[in-house]
């Protein structure tokens, strides 16, 4: 999977978003913790995979039964995963390209700590 430049021009405008967010945070707080930058990096990744291609979940099974419904529960689950890899790979593929700019743009401090 490809990104396409409308994708990566919006993601270096979130990225300059949170570059400014890293620095008014410095200058108020002082030093983030990078393990709280790299989660925080994950979530606006996660939320722009979904606004790039949003996740299609696998229909909620009918309850007729305890018998019936606990075996199409486990097939629901199943069959979420499906989605749901595709999403993580691709909300780290946008993870990837997004926090090296934020590195490239904070400063060298996160790369020496993390």
């Known amino acids: 999977m490809e990104l396409t430049e409308v994708q990566l ?3 270096g405008t979130v990225a300059s978003v949170l570059v400014w967010l890293v620095k008014f945070i410095r200058s108020r707080w002082g030093e983030i913790n990078p393990g709280w930058l790299t989660a925080f990096v994950y979530v606006a990744s996660g939320l722009l995979a979904f606004f790039f291609a949003p996740l299609v979940l696998p229909p909620w099974p009918a309850f007729v039964d305890l018998a019936t ?3 199409a ?3 629901w689950f199943g069959a979420l995963l499906v989605p749901l890899s595709g ?3 691709f909300a780290t593929l946008v993870y990837n390209v ?3 700019q934020v590195l490239d743009a904070a400063g060298a401090r ?3 700590k993390g």
């Open 98 to 100: 997004l926090l090296k």
């Open 9 to 11: 021009f919006v993601i």
């Open 110 to 112: 996160f790369k020496a």
């Open 73 to 75: 529960l486990l097939g």
């Open 87 to 89: 999403f993580v790979g």
């Open 69 to 71: 419904f606990v075996p």
